[in-house]
Structures are given as structure tokens and as C-alpha cells.
T-cell receptor, first 117, second 116 residues
Framework: AQSVTQPDIHITVSEGASLELRCNYS??????LFWYVQSPGQGLQLLLK??????LVQGIKGFEAEFKRSQSSFNLRKPSVHWSDAAEYFC???????????????FGTGTQLKVEL | DGGITQSPKYLFRKEGQNVTLSCEQN?????MYWYRQDPGQGLRLIYY???????QKGDIAEGYSVSREKKESFPLTVTSAQKNPTAFYLC???????????????FGPGTRLLVL
């Protein structure tokens, strides 16, 4: 069974500073990897995903993530954080295995990002 | 505009009462999912459906029921058997492509269920 670890529960950065959110996964085969963002009281918005190919993926809002198989990691980065990036960020790993062929998504427990002005 | 809608935004349940959360999508997606979100626990899968008139239990199905009579709709009923229903409930959907294993799930805005 797959699992996801987000080791940082809370992170605070200053506006304009760079950001890196950590995500480690456990899965026996090639994983499908996702980052979602959630603002308070809202649903999850997809930031980016990795299925195969180039290990550096670009997403919306200036975010990028790098898949490192040797480290079982999929860290999220942004070169310059804006105050509007304050939210909770979830890493997820997807794998086939649901009845009917669907993908099971396993989520990390999230990282709450605070941006200081 | 295509998307996923969930209603109501807030729902209050009395002791012993069943309540139903609505999830509708106009994305023409085949697969639909229900998740429960509790603080500090990430999201957990309650039920899922890959096709109309078929659905399967997820990891925490006890105390919940669903139906899938239409492609666009996947309502979730929280029954009185669910002893701790207070949570944020998220619906998601995904397109299923033949011969493609990967899928991307898109989420609705959520319903917060509170117990009176």
C-alpha cells in the first residue's frame, strides 16, 4: 500500500522569499504524484502532477515540483512567494487498484503555509 | 462553465437523523469519489463510482451510503450509524480514458457537516 509523508506541518516564509515544501512517498511501482492547494473552507485545487517523463514539472501559479526516484520525493517549490499563496498544501500519490480501474489517491496530512508581509 | 458543485455549503445534523450531501458535475466524467477531511488527517476515501449504477466502498464506508443513478450526480447520505459525522466532505471526479492508467481527480468546493 502506498503512503505519503509531509514532514512539515507548518511553514512560515516572508513574502518574496523562496519556498520548498517536502513530500516523501512510499510505493512499489512508478507513482502518479500530485500537489493540491486548499484555501480555508474551500475544495482542493490541482497545482501540478507527475505521471512520467521530465522529472521537473511546472504547474499553475508559478509552482514547480521535482520527482526524485532515488529519494522517493516530490518536493514543491516556488522562487518567490506571494501573500496570496498562504494556504494548506497536500501531496498525494495515485495508483491503480480500485475496483473498475480507478486510481486510489493517498494524501499526506498537509503543510500549512503562512506568508509574512 | 464546467465544474463540480456541492451543496449545501454547511449542513447541520440532529441526533439520529440521516442527511444527504449533493455532488453534481458537468464535466462528463465517468468516475466520482467522496472523501472525508478531518484536521491533521488528510483526506480519506469513503465511496467511489467508476460507472453509472455501480459504486464501491472505500476505506471508511461504515455509516455512509451512496447512489449513482445518473452520470452527473453522486449523492452521499450520512446515516445515523455514523457516530462521528462532523467533518468536511469533498467530492471529486475524473475522466476515464481507455488504455490510459493514470487519472487526475478534480475536487468540488466541499460541504461542512456539523452535529447539533
Amino acid at each position: 500500500a502506498q503512503s505519503v509523508t509531509q514532514p512539515d506541518i507548518h511553514i512560515t516564509v516572508s513574502e518574496g522569499a523562496s519556498l520548498e515544501l517536502r513530500c516523501n512517498y512510499s510505493y512499489g511501482a512508478t507513482p502518479y504524484l500530485f500537489w493540491y492547494v486548499q484555501s480555508p473552507g474551500q475544495g482542493l485545487q490541482l497545482l501540478l502532477k507527475y505521471f512520467s517523463g521530465d522529472t521537473l514539472v511546472q504547474g499553475i501559479k508559478g509552482f514547480e515540483a521535482e520527482f526524485k526516484r532515488s529519494q522517493s520525493s516530490f518536493n514543491l517549490r516556488k522562487p518567490s512567494v506571494h501573500w496570496s499563496d498562504a494556504a494548506e498544501y497536500f501531496c498525494a500519490v495515485g495508483a491503480r487498484g480500485l475496483t473498475g480501474g480507478g486510481n486510489k489517491l493517498t494524501f499526506g496530512t498537509g503543510t500549512q503555509l503562512k506568508v509574512e508581509l | 462553465d464546467g465544474g463540480i458543485t456541492q451543496s449545501p455549503k454547511y449542513l447541520f445534523r440532529k441526533e439520529g437523523q440521516n442527511v444527504t450531501l449533493s455532488c453534481e458535475q458537468n464535466l462528463n466524467h465517468d468516475a466520482m469519489y467522496w472523501y472525508r477531511q478531518d484536521p491533521g488527517q488528510g483526506l480519506r476515501l469513503i465511496y467511489y463510482s467508476q460507472i453509472v449504477n455501480d459504486f464501491q466502498k472505500g476505506d471508511i464506508a461504515e455509516g455512509y451510503s451512496v447512489s449513482r443513478e445518473k452520470k452527473e450526480s453522486f449523492p452521499l447520505t450520512v446515516t445515523s450509524a455514523q457516530k462521528n459525522p462532523t467533518a468536511f466532505y469533498l467530492c471529486a471526479s475524473a475522466v476515464k480514458l481507455q488504455f490510459v492508467a493514470q487519472e487526475t481527480q478534480y475536487f468540488g468546493p466541499g460541504t461542512r457537516l456539523l452535529v447539533l
